[in-house]
């Protein structure tokens, strides 16, 4: 028995060790990154029609966010925090369901809000309070 | 060529006759004489200062403020020959028509003529300012070759354009005119121009009847006093000097020369410019370099702006104003997080987008109890100094935000970009204020005496041979800088007293 052998044989659990630590954490991975890759990381709700539409959804939910934290501020009644109604006022608006083009009446008709003095569509922020709201609060 | 003279070598007591007095050295006065250079008109201007500051002439402006914080008196305005032309920013735009109508909305508004009466003088105007070829909204070609102006959607916002006075002749670089130094020599040349430095008007003498100016006091702060006795005489001192002369010469008049109707003086009027009122980004990152700063084009130096038009001013019942691109910024994680959210619902791509600070001039009403009055303290002449009650109104601040409101619906609406408004309460936009140190409307002109103090012919009320020049006959003031304007109304004038004194 050679040296060289010996050494070829001391390898084979420490290959399979790391073998197995590279599946955990493919898995790992897997099971984590997996639903966002596949465009599902958020839990499901009744008004994923509309949330799907936000190509950049963490945007939207942090400008929801300041949003409604802007209207308890100035104790404003718009924007309300009740997802139904956002998605109502969406859904049922001028852009029948469609994000982009309720935005786009929104700015043919001059109907816009400021937020943190952003000058945008209602519907952009109806759309971003639905996007806060629904999801899970930050830690 | 003629020398300049100097008053302090005057002998005491001495009276000159001559046929028009021109009362102040600064833009409106050198462009008085210059255009009457080829009349035979015997003419004398009396300027405070020499031909270079000077800190004892500058004192005699000093003075007192109340109201909200303004530039103090003596530091807004320059007292030597060229006047305040010596430190000014050279930025040019003719006047709107909507700027000189009577607007029902705007109490005080309206002037006695159209921008059509004005239109005639602008090229000159401008030529005096050296300004360039008269092109300000055409911008077709220069911008042609310097990039394309920011898109708008269809609205109320457009983007206009500045040009900027620059010296020539021996210093083409030099920007702007300072037009003492600039115009020496040409009012030198004038045959029948004596330019009389360090000479202080200090009273308007009018004959018993107050129906005519008889003679001007003069003095030097050497102690020398003198006597001009002029046929007809011009006061142009500036928006704030203007007054101060008028309501001192109060030995016939009790009130002040021309201040029957407690007008003088009232009216007083600046364009607020402050800082930073808004963030602008632009979703590609592509500005055209003359937004953020001067660029040479077709022979003149032009800035874009954004302004808004006259019919959305008509349908808001709005002010004027000018917006400019300042400098660029980076954006906070609520900018980050509304540009990125918006993008995405425009269907627009927003990662090489870049963001600036807005800056601007804006119009403010016109408001009889902004004013400048006499005090009891008196300059080293025996002057009365001035104190100012500077006021600015909400609603003026609120003329603005509507209109860069505006102006984020039109970027939006095009897909190029989008605002911030940074300030709302007055406190915020107090806390960034400036001011243009662009001094007007305090001898207002309107052809109704009760209402103005000169009437259509920039003469006032009621003393034909007395006439003032000067942005301190603006009734309005829109949002463009007033120097050129007030050129083309001085080179009105000037046609105005060629036909007179003929």
């Not at chain 1, 070829?8 to 590279?22: K, T, Y």
């Not at chain 2, 911008?139 to 457009?158: C, E, F, H, M, R």
Request: glycine share 10%; with cysteine; proline share 6%.
């Amino acid at each position: 028995m050679t040296a060289s052998f010996r050494s070829r044989i001391a390898r084979r659990p420490v290959l399979a060790s790391l073998c197995a630590l590279f599946g955990l954490g493919v898995a790992g991975t897997a099971i984590y990154e997996g639903p966002r890759l596949l465009g599902r990381r958020y839990p499901r709700t009744k008004y994923d029609d509309l949330l799907d539409q936000l190509s950049d959804r963490e945007s939207a939910i942090k400008l929801g966010r300041i949003a409604l934290a802007q209207a308890e501020a100035y104790n404003d009644s718009w924007p309300s925090p009740d997802a139904g109604e956002a998605a109502r006022d969406l859904r049922d608006g001028p852009g029948k369901g469609s994000v982009a083009h309720a935005a786009q009446s929104d700015i043919v008709q001059g109907r816009l809000v400021e937020v943190q003095g952003w000058v945008l569509p209602v519907s952009e922020i109806s759309a971003a309070v639905l996007a806060a709201t629904a999801s899970p609060a930050p830690a | 060529m003629r020398a300049f003279l100097d008053a302090r070598s005057v002998p005491a007591g001495t009276t000159i006759d001559t046929d028009l007095a021109i009362i102040g050295g600064g833009p409106s006065g050198i462009a008085l004489a210059l255009a009457l250079a080829d009349t035979p008109i015997r003419m004398l201007m009396l300027e405070s200062g020499g031909s270079d500051y000077d800190a004892q002439t500058q004192s005699l402006y000093a003075g007192a403020e109340t109201g909200v914080p303004y530039i103090k008196l003596d530091a807004g305005r320059l007292r030597y020959l060229g006047g305040s032309s010596n430190h000014w920013g050279g930025y040019c735009r003719p006047l709107d028509a909507i700027d000189f109508e009577q607007r029902d909305w705007l109490p005080y508004s309206g002037w006695p003529f159209g921008r059509e009466t004005l239109e005639p003088y602008f090229a000159r105007a401008q030529s005096l300012a050296e300004a360039g070829p008269f092109i300000y909204d055409d911008p077709a070609k220069w911008t042609a070759a310097q990039g394309a102006p920011i898109p708008l959607g269809d609205g109320g916002v457009y983007n206009t354009y500045f040009q900027f006075s620059k010296q020539g002749g021996y210093n083409p670089q030099h920007l702007p005119t300072h037009f003492g130094e600039r115009y020496s020599d040409d009012l030198k040349r004038i045959p029948h121009l004596s330019v009389m430095l360090h000479a202080n008007a200090t009273g308007l003498r009018l004959a018993p009847n107050g129906a005519i100016l008889n003679h001007i006091d003069v003095a030097t702060l050497t102690g020398r006093h003198f006597t001009v006795k002029p046929k007809y005489a011009v006061v142009a001192l500036g928006g704030i000097e203007n007054p101060r002369l008028l309501l001192a010469s109060n030995d016939v008049m009790k009130t002040g020369v021309g201040n029957a109707n407690d007008l003088v003086g009232r009216f007083f009027a600046d364009h607020p410019i402050p800082g930073e009122t808004a963030t602008i980004v632009v979703f590609n990152g592509n500005i055209a370099p003359y937004y953020q700063l001067p660029r040479d084009a077709l022979d003149t130096v032009v800035r874009a702006a954004f302004a808004p038009t006259d019919r959305f001013k008509r349908e808001h019942r709005l002010m004027g104003a000018l917006a400019t691109i300042e400098n660029e910024i980076q954006l906070d994680a609520a900018g980050q997080a509304a540009v990125a959210t918006t993008a995405s619902i425009l269907g627009v791509d927003a990662t090489a987008m870049r963001a600036y600070t807005v800056g601007c001039g804006i119009e403010v009403a016109p408001d009889p109890d902004r004013r400048v009055k006499l005090t009891t303290s008196r300059d080293r002449l025996g002057m009365p100094r001035l104190t100012l009650d500077m006021r600015v109104a909400d609603s003026d601040f609120a003329s603005y935000h509507r209109v860069i409101l505006e102006l984020g619906r039109q970027l939006l609406a095009a897909k190029s970009g989008m605002i911030r408004i940074n300030r709302s309460t007055r406190a915020e936009w107090m806390s960034v204020m400036d001011w243009g140190n662009h001094h007007m409307g305090t001898t207002r002109m309107h052809v109704d005496p009760k209402k103005g103090v000169v009437d259509a012919n920039s003469q006032v009320h009621g003393i034909p041979n007395l006439y003032i020049a000067g942005s301190s006959i603006f009734p309005t003031y829109s949002a463009s800088n007033p120097t050129m304007n007030s050129l083309a109304l001085t080179l009105r004038l000037a046609d105005h007293l060629r036909k007179i004194m003929r």
